[in-house]
């Protein structure tokens, strides 16, 4: 791609951001990161003998809400949310979501309008609280190393989308390293296929810059989250899961370089 054309891209995905130096690192260090790590703890602790009494998925979800709200409103970093008019969202979808940060789930409890389940990887069981909540909510758990092991999970989340439940999945099968966007791994889609429930593309912009692999640098700044219009699984099978994967991964990548994604709903 010739040097002007990637640039030409890049603006139209990228937000402005502004500059960061000594004193961001500091209020990210000492303020930011403390006080998300008060908020997990607490919430954490105090949701898990309020959810013994009444629907406890349903309670957690909203310990997980209230969790991301106090986030999104600490650190600054306002979200434009478009195309929620897409989709109706009493309905049952799949959500594809690109991963770029660990600050992209505080973005989806707050701005996605419902409750929902997340699909998450095993290692994350192995954080204290964290891991506790994730068991306890009913998110789904995946083993990458290990698929067989996944087989429990992937049938309750089966039984949770003919039920009516939504499911966010990220089909990169983790976070970008650099902020782009990786191919998607079919098997992500075997469930909505499954279920036969469409699939709705959604791209989280800024979050990497937000907050990328590796760092505790919180670096305040717009975002957005843009939502695609649905697509279709009805009549597709397993053999057709890579083709379903190319489809929403082309949708998720127009979404997040601000091109108008040109998906029909059949």
């Known amino acids: 791609m010739p040097e002007a054309a990637h640039e030409r891209r890049w603006v139209k995905r990228s937000l402005p951001a502004p500059k960061y130096g000594i004193l961001s690192q500091l209020r990210s260090y000492f303020i930011f990161d403390p006080l998300i790590w008060m908020y997990t703890v607490v919430l954490g602790l105090v949701s898990v003998p309020v959810s013994l009494f009444g629907d406890r998925e349903r309670i957690l979800h909203g310990f997980a809400r209230a969790w991301s709200w106090m986030i999104m409103k600490t650190i600054f970093s306002p979200v434009k949310v478009t195309g929620l008019e897409k989709i109706d969202t009493t309905k049952t979808y799949v959500y594809a979501v690109n991963h770029a940060s660990a600050l992209d789930i505080p973005v989806l409890y707050v701005y996605l309008p419902f409750q929902f389940r997340i699909a998450f990887k095993k290692e ?14 009913g998110q789904i758990c995946v083993d990458q190393q290990n698929p067989a092991g996944s087989i429990g999970s992937i049938r309750s989340a089966l039984k949770g989308l003919k039920a009516g439940m939504p499911l966010v999945i990220y089909p990169e099968g983790g976070r970008t390293p650099d902020g782009e966007i990786k191919p ?83």
Do not use: C
């Open 184 to 266: 998607f791994l079919p098997g992500a889609f075997f469930l909505a296929i499954k279920a036969k429930v469409d699939v709705v593309p959604v791209a989280l912009v800024g979050t990497y810059e937000l907050l990328p692999m590796n760092t505790y640098h919180i670096k305040s700044r717009p975002l957005e989250m843009r939502v695609g219009a649905p697509i279709s699984t009805a009549g597709l099978t397993g053999h057709d899961m890579q083709a379903l994967s190319e489809r929403v991964q082309k949708a998720v990548t127009e979404l997040f370089e601000g091109r108008s994604a040109s998906v029909a709903s059949r």
């Open 124 to 137: 994350l069981l192995a954080y204290p609280v964290v891991g506790w909540h994730l068991k306890r909510s």
